[in-house]
């Protein structure tokens, strides 16, 4: 028994080195998304199941933490590049995986529009038509693939989210006809406002993983490994299930 403790301790030690190797496991998350976490602004607290998963990582490894929000994509990315964070949470993009490796599927997330109450898109596909256009901020998930697949519509791209009274008004006016984001988001914004409608399905599937900076297939194979834990146990489940979150589902392992 001696022998199979002073095993695992080691173990632990060893990849606590790898994916720690400044003695605190450093992570970072897109602090604006509630799929991953929630910022609390007046005390900074951070919950959710990105903060769920680093704390029970850090516990495993037998280290500290500390959790950075980012403002987007590129800001995780350029943490991890940077070495500010040793690991960080994105939803899986081809051209994202050319910055950093992705590993630990923990989360699917889905995606959908909203509308105007009244508008004649009832599903997705509906709003791949000419005269249509869909707004998505630039540089997330579902601008990238909008971008990429919308083939009648016209994609119109944002710097950011529009607040809800300014989402509204380019709905309402129609210089937009939809707005694509996570389906958390839109449910929300559709939950402000009778005058909006999130629709009913998705136009988007995707895994939400951690990424760590590229060129370590040992590493990645231990945050597999770690997240395959939690995902067996029941851990991502309940973290999700614990923060209400429309619109995701755990997920799987993806093959590297």
């Keep these: 028994m001696r022998g199979l403790t002073l095993f695992v301790l080691t173990a632990a030690s060893l990849m606590a080195a790898d994916l720690a190797p400044t003695g605190t496991l450093r992570a970072t998350f897109l602090g604006a998304n509630p799929v991953q976490g929630h910022v609390d602004a007046q005390t900074g607290a951070i919950t959710g199941p990105v903060a769920d998963i680093v704390k029970e990582m850090a516990r495993k490894l037998g280290v500290p933490y500390t959790i950075t929000p980012a403002s987007g994509a590129a800001g995780v990315i350029a943490l991890i590049k940077a070495h500010k964070a040793d690991i960080g949470f994105l939803a899986y993009d081809e051209a994202r995986a050319k910055d950093v490796d992705f590993a630990g599927s923990y989360a699917l997330m889905y995606n ?108 990645l194979a231990q945050i597999d490994a770690l997240i395959d834990d939690m995902r067996s146990s029941g851990f991502i489940k309940a973290s999700l299930d614990r923060a209400k979150i429309s619109g995701v589902d755990v997920a799987q392992r993806r093959q590297h």
């Design 112 to 219: 959908t529009y909203v509308v105007a109450a009244d508008s004649p898109i009832k599903t997705a596909a509906d709003a791949d038509r000419a005269g249509v256009k869909i707004g998505a901020v630039r540089g997330q998930t579902q601008e990238l693939y909008l971008s990429a697949n919308i083939k009648q519509g016209e994609v119109k791209v944002y710097e950011s989210q529009p607040p809800q009274a300014e989402l509204e008004r380019l709905l309402l006016t129609g210089e937009l006809q939809a707005f694509g984001a996570n389906r958390q988001r839109m449910e929300d914004a559709a939950a402000m406002s009778p005058k909006l409608r999130a629709l009913a399905d998705n136009f988007l599937v995707v895994v939400q993983e951690v990424v760590v900076e590229k060129g370590d297939p040992a590493k």
